[in-house]
């Protein structure tokens, strides 16, 4: 990175400019519990001029007439207090979200996934270097806090080990991590997260359909071998030339090998993986396996696909467990919940968005207001005529900018799902669809967005190499991984949907209403 001098005579560019109001802007917005809060009595408010203005609308599926009911009425008072609790406690992605994170947490507490994401560096030939970090990035979306924490730095590390510039190191694996926030080979808590809140969604039009945590599995498999792809090229073609040779004052240190206990450790979770795979394949392959559905022998309809959030609870937490007995970081079952109570320890903000927007979700659908803007939404899109791929992707473009002045995915998709999914469901698209054009759109921009909630930790990282790093060096050190994920994913998209191929299990494009 070129040392700029800290003169404060320096003219500021428009870009520090732009991203200045931006980042302002985006301080400027409530806590996202508060703004959900604040939604919820918007909408006590809008229900009560919309109902007085007598608005309704003919439901397109059943032709029954569709009037927005008055919350702030007695009958609105009575729901709001008789369905408080079960509004949280019903909330689709609460359970399955703490469900996974309890395994996912045992993984993480006994030293599994940080091991798992130093050996993939470790193994890598000097030439491949570059992919492998990408790679490691997008996988350990899995437990993303580990790819920001330990995944990023030691990239830089390793960069500078190997003589190059550890900056682009530091890019390269925040790319992965962030960029490719959505792109993975393994199910992670986000899969869960927002098909949940598509369900609840979906529901407003549907009340019995349901959206799968797998339902964009196949799409973002997929997507992980293309962000790998061009996030490398991003690097090693533009990033790493940009940057030159390093001049920096940091030295190169040597990077910590796995130790006897450590590789021990991985030994025993790749004999409990495996067996935990042979298991999955034995109730899955035979015609009556156990994990089949019972009548029908299907997989898609079967106890396997609804209950993926459990297996990955059990997937995570007995290789975590196995990983912890082998390498000695697991001595006694103290240090088995000690792991999963760490996991619930950070989720203690989350809980409480959960609260609000649950709120928010449930007086939406009750008002009637969610349907009354699908509907005359999706009449509006049906006279526009657009057509599938330019509104996806005016749809991906919308996601990616309200993502640069809103960063949590589950915030974002908790206001845009009861609006979008019923919309698009009614002109025929299905939630999974457009859960994952959202998808795109919330991961293009997370590597530029100063609202997403490692960015200044990321700066930090950068400044140890560059002590005139700000957020405009940041911006513009990750401005064309954004471009070309931007580019790449929506053209892979495009590709996709021309061979219409299912985006997940049991999850097509189109909706019939």
């Not at 997507?223 to 920096?248: D, K, M």
């Not at 309200?402 to 009861?418: D, E």
Request: charged share 10%; glycine share 10%.
């Amino acid at each position: 990175m070129s040392e700029l001098p800290a003169s404060p005579k320096r003219k500021i560019s428009f870009t520090d400019r732009s991203l200045r109001f931006i980042e302002k802007i985006g301080n400027a917005l409530p806590d996202p519990a508060t703004l959900f809060l604040l939604l919820a009595f918007i909408v006590m408010l809008v229900s009560l001029f919309v109902y007085l203005g007598g608005v309704s609308v003919t439901h397109p599926g059943t032709g029954e007439t569709v009037a927005v009911k008055n919350l702030m009425s007695r009958e609105g008072l009575d729901f709001i207090l008789t369905s408080m609790v079960r509004n949280f406690t019903g909330f689709a992605p609460l359970g399955t979200v703490l469900v996974a994170l309890l395994g996912i947490g045992i993984a993480e507490g006994s030293g599994l996934i940080g091991t798992v994401m130093r050996k993939l560096v470790l193994i890598a030939p000097r030439r491949l270097i570059t992919v492998v970090i990408v790679f490691a990035g997008v996988i350990s979306n899995t437990a993303s806090e580990v790819g920001y924490v330990l995944l990023v730095p030691l990239a830089a590390v390793v960069f500078l080990a190997y003589g190059r510039h550890p900056i682009a190191g530091l890019a390269a694996a925040f790319a992965g991590v962030s960029g490719g926030y959505s792109a993975n080979l393994l199910l992670g808590t986000v899969d869960p997260l927002l098909s949940g809140l598509s369900q609840e969604a979906a529901n407003i039009i549907n009340p019995a359909y349901l959206v799968n945590p797998a339902c964009n599995y196949y799409f973002m498999a997929a997507s992980t071998f293309l962000v790998t792809f061009l996030g490398t090229w991003i690097t090693e073609r533009f990033v790493e030339p940009r940057l030159g040779a390093y001049t920096g004052e940091e030295k190169a240190e040597e990077i910590r090998r796995l130790t006897p206990a450590e590789r021990k450790g991985l030994k025993y979770a790749v004999a409990m993986i495996l067996l935990i795979t042979g298991i999955i394949l034995w109730g899955l392959i035979p015609a009556n396996g156990f994990l089949r559905d019972r009548e029908t022998g299907e997989i898609l309809h079967s106890p396997f696909m609804a209950g993926i959030v459990a297996i990955i609870f059990l997937a995570a937490a007995l290789a975590g467990i196995a990983y912890g007995i082998g390498a000695g970081t697991i001595k006694s079952d103290r240090d088995v919940v000690k792991g999963m109570s760490k996991s619930m320890q950070t989720l203690g903000s989350y809980i409480v968005l959960v609260f609000f927007a649950a709120q928010f979700v449930a007086y939406f659908n009750w008002t009637n207001l969610g349907l009354v803007v699908a509907i005359n939404g999706a009449n509006a899109l049906q006279a526009a005529n657009l057509g599938t791929i330019p509104l996806m992707i005016l749809f991906i473009f919308l996601t990616a900018a309200i993502n640069m002045i809103m960063g949590s995915a589950s915030a974002k998709w908790a206001i845009m799902a009861p609006v979008f999914i019923p919309m698009f469901m009614l002109i025929g698209y299905s939630p999974e669809f457009t859960q994952l054009a959202y998808r795109i759109g919330d991961s293009v921009t997370n590597i530029i967005s100063p609202m997403m909630s490692y960015f200044a930790l990321i700066v930090a990282f950068i400044q140890r190499y560059d002590k005139n790093a700000g957020i405009g060096t940041m911006v513009s050190l990750m401005l064309p991984y954004s471009i070309a994920f931007l580019i790449g994913w929506i053209i892979f998209f495009i590709i996709w949907y021309y061979t219409g191929l299912p985006i997940g299990p049991g999850a097509g494009i189109y909706y019939q209403p």
